[in-house]
């Protein structure tokens, strides 16, 4: 196969080198460029690229089994990657179910929670709020619940159009309220929706505690998180928490949720939970929310890799990693290292209109005007644009144009979770040669 010759398609035709191999934070194409992957792929990569200690583990399950159908056998790899996953969560949140990825994990999330309220006498609630803008995932169930236009629209007159709220853009409110008070402004904009959708016909309400892809680690002031679980544990509404991106150590807890001391219903994992060693995801939630599911006839769901012992072997040793070399912890340190050094850079460009998230989940999104936070002219194809300057210089960040709602160019800087700070002021000067380049 040649670089000009592809039967393959992806989104779009945009050429790429041919990958050879990884290590650690680093990314290498057949012509020998290092790249350093300053995004961990998409916020997968957390915890670098071909460790050497989860491929072997990883070996020694091939040797064994490389696939054992769950409906045949049970496999330790699966009953101990649940354990470890259940040991490194809040209490409260003690049933694992299996997936291959992020859309399969939002999917299995509201299943269980509609299955739940069947089982509890509740088989009028069936409708699931989510926020605008956020991503949940490119699948049918998952899309009707992203508000992301540019993904919904092809597909509108297909979906049923699950109701939205506003996600907290306090960022750009030019308000007299403190952030405090715009938290539970925002937050109370679910209790609207609740009453304007019909209390009784509720079942769950659907969030990325960080905003990912869709908002570029957009967080919310504190005070939303917890008006938020009130305001559901007030209706009966079911919180889940999608936290594919944010979750398994990349904002320094385990889960995002604990930043805020609560504890969501439901909570979807993938992304970081495999690492990219394998496709993996999994939903957590609490027994009182499955045992009634499982007493009454089963969870009527279940994809055919769920729970394979390869996959899991993989997320097992991922989780062992995040463990043995405190990369939880480091996560947290190297993100406010991370952070202050992305903050500098706006006396230097005030092109940079805003630096945010939490741990290894940062962003910083580019504005005509700082004051007003005016978003750069969309045809200037900013988010494009500097992800090519950067890429040529062997910088790989992640970008988008966030449409509905908001608009603006973001650009997620979200590192393995094994980065030193060596490596991260090697990033750094290569982000500052590409914004001299573009400006
Ligand atoms: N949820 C969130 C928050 C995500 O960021 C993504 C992917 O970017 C998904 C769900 C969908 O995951 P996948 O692409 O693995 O289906």
């Known amino acids: 196969m040649t670089d000009t010759q592809s039967y393959l398609f992806y989104q779009t035709r945009t050429p790429r080198p041919f990958l050879d191999r990884g290590e650690g934070i680093y990314l290498y194409d057949e012509s020998g460029k290092r790249y350093i992957d ?21 070996k020694a399950q091939m040797d064994k089994a490389t696939f054992g159908y769950r409906l045949h ?102 308000d007299a309220l403190s952030e405090e008070e715009r938290g539970i402004r925002y937050a109370e904009l679910l209790r609207d929706k609740i009453e304007e959708a019909g209390p009784d016909t509720v079942l769950a309400f659907l969030m990325e505690p960080i905003g990912g892809a869709s908002t570029g680690a957009l967080v919310a002031p504190d005070s939303y998180y917890t008006r938020i679980r009130e305001i559901c544990d007030a209706y009966g509404v079911l919180l889940i928490f999608d936290e594919v991106m944010s979750g398994a150590g990349r904002t320094g807890k385990f ?38 599911v499982l007493d009454s006839g089963g969870f009527q769901h279940g994809f055919t890799y769920a729970g394979n012992p390869l996959a899991c072997a993989a997320g097992l040793a991922v989780l062992e990693e995040l463990e043995n070399h405190n990369l939880i912890e480091n996560a947290a340190r190297m993100g406010e290292v991370l952070k202050a050094k992305l903050q500098a850079l706006m006396a230097r460009y005030p092109i940079i209109g805003d630096v945010r998230g939490k741990g290894l989940l940062l962003a910083f999104e580019l504005v005509a005007d700082r004051e007003t936070m005016q978003p750069l002219p969309k045809d200037w194809n900013a988010h494009a644009r500097l992800v090519e300057i ?6 790989i960040i992640y970008s988008r144009r966030t449409r509905g ?17 060596p490596q991260i002021d090697e990033i750094m000067h290569l ?7 573009y400006a």
């Open 255 to 292: 889960l995002a949720a604990e930043h805020w001391g609560i504890t969501p219903d439901i909570v979807a994992l993938s992304k970081g939970f495999g690492a990219g060693y394998a496709p993996l995801g999994a939903i957590i939630a609490g027994a009182r929310l499955v045992e009634p």
């Open 390 to 395: 950067a890429y040529d210089l062997g910088l």
């Open 38 to 58: 300053a995004s961990s792929g998409a916020m997968v990569s957390n915890i670098g690229h071909s460790n050497p200690r989860v491929l072997a583990k990883m």
């Open 73 to 174: 056998f049970r496999t330790h790899p699966s009953e101990d990657l649940a354990a470890k996953t259940v040991a490194m969560t809040p209490d409260g949140l003690d049933r694992v179910f299996f997936v291959s990825g992020g859309s399969e994990a939002v999917e299995s999330a509201v299943k269980l929670a509609r299955q739940c309220a069947l089982a509890t006498g509740q088989g009028r609630r069936h409708k699931v709020i989510s926020r605008y803008p956020s991503y949940h995932g490119c699948t049918f169930g998952a899309l009707d619940l992203t508000g992301y236009d540019p993904l919904r629209e092809p597909f509108a007159p297909m979906m049923e159009g699950m109701p939205k709220v506003a996600a907290p853009t306090t960022y750009l409110d030019r």
């Open 405 to 421: 709602g908001i608009e603006g160019d973001h650009f997620l800087i979200c590192p393995p979770l094994v980065i030193t700070e």
């Open 431 to 437: 982000l500052d040669t590409a914004l001299a380049r």
